[in-house]
């Protein structure tokens, strides 16, 4: 009896899966009959127990357990890998304009020195260069900066010549301008200045004649006189007098008193007129008057005009 109560209640503890709230069914049925059977009701009930304890080991569910997948959805979503959680976590994108900007910042950033990293590491074209074609290149580069060293020298030294002619050329025209002038004033075209002598020749009486005259000149030009007027009549090299009563210089008229302007040393002109037999003695004995005055200032402006040469040219 009680091995087939043990059968039936395996077969019943077997058939639990399956069936569900039938089972509850049997299992009362099977208390009622422990009921009704008394002290077998025990022994049934241990093979039972032991019926629950093989379902158990075999990893079956116990009667009234929920299947497996109802446990699932009674605890909710499974547990996420740590892979799963980090997606989660940046997936959607959630992108502020503040990012945005900084993410195109960085973009370009990073952009630019990629491509000045690149531009740096291609270098120039002598990166691949042997060693015998950099001693080469050195060399033509030597020889180039020697040429145009030597060049420079060359240009600076035609500077300094060139220079040197200006200063030349400059310092030859301001001679020829003071020649031209100290010309000027032997020939009587320009006016001078400078020391001389006043002289006065008073001839009441009509007796001093041209020769007189001319030889006073030339006293007055061997002594060094530089510029000579007689009655705003300029004296020069060329000049010449006339006349007895009526003088004449170059065919002006002067008459007396016969005043000199002479421009020279002072102290070389005044001895030379007052020597013993010298003009004022000469001029004194046909009873004319001699005044003669220093001055630190004689003008002579009065002039000649300019006569060309009929023959004489220069002859450079």
């Known amino acids: ?66 299947p497996d997948g109802d446990a699932d959805t009674d605890d909710g979503a499974p547990e996420l890998t740590g892979r799963q959680r980090l997606v989660a976590a940046v997936w959607p994108p959630r992108v502020t304009r503040a990012q945005l900007t900084v993410a195109v910042l960085l973009f370009v950033l990073g952009l630019g020195l990629a491509i000045q990293v690149r531009s740096t590491s291609e270098g120039g074209p002598l990166r691949g260069a042997r060693q015998e074609d950099l001693v080469r290149i050195l060399d033509e580069l030597d020889d180039r900066s020697a040429r145009l060293q030597g060049e420079k020298q060359r240009l600076e030294g035609q500077q300094r010549e060139l220079e040197n002619s200006s200063d030349q050329a400059e310092e030859a025209r301001k001679q020829t301008q003071q020649k031209a002038r100290q010309l000027g004033v032997l020939a009587g075209t320009v006016g001078a200045e400078g020391p001389g002598l006043h002289i006065t020749v008073r001839d009441p009486g009509g007796a001093v004649e041209a020769d007189m005259l001319l030889d006073t000149i030339q006293e007055l030009r061997a002594a060094g006189a530089e510029a000579i007027e007689v009655n705003n009549v300029r004296v020069v090299a060329s000049s010449y007098l006339q006349g007895a009563t009526d003088v004449r210089i170059d065919g002006h008229a002067v008459s007396p008193p016969y005043r000199f302007e002479v421009i020279g040393e002072p102290k070389d002109l005044e001895p030379a007129l007052n020597i013993p037999g010298g003009v004022v003695q000469t001029l004194e004995k046909e009873q004319a008057a001699v005044e003669v005055s220093r001055s630190e200032k004689i003008t002579v402006d009065a002039l000649r005009s300019t006569k060309r040469p009929d023959y004489a040219r220069s002859s450079q």
């Open 1 to 66: 009896m009680s091995d087939d109560n043990a059968r039936s209640t395996d077969d019943a503890g077997k058939a639990g899966p399956a069936k569900g709230p039938e089972d509850s069914g049997d299992n009362a049925d099977n208390g009622s009959s422990g009921n009704g059977h008394g002290g077998s009701t025990g022994s049934t009930g241990s093979t039972g127990n032991a019926g629950e304890a093989t379902h158990a080991e075999n990893g079956r569910p116990d009667d009234g357990a929920p």
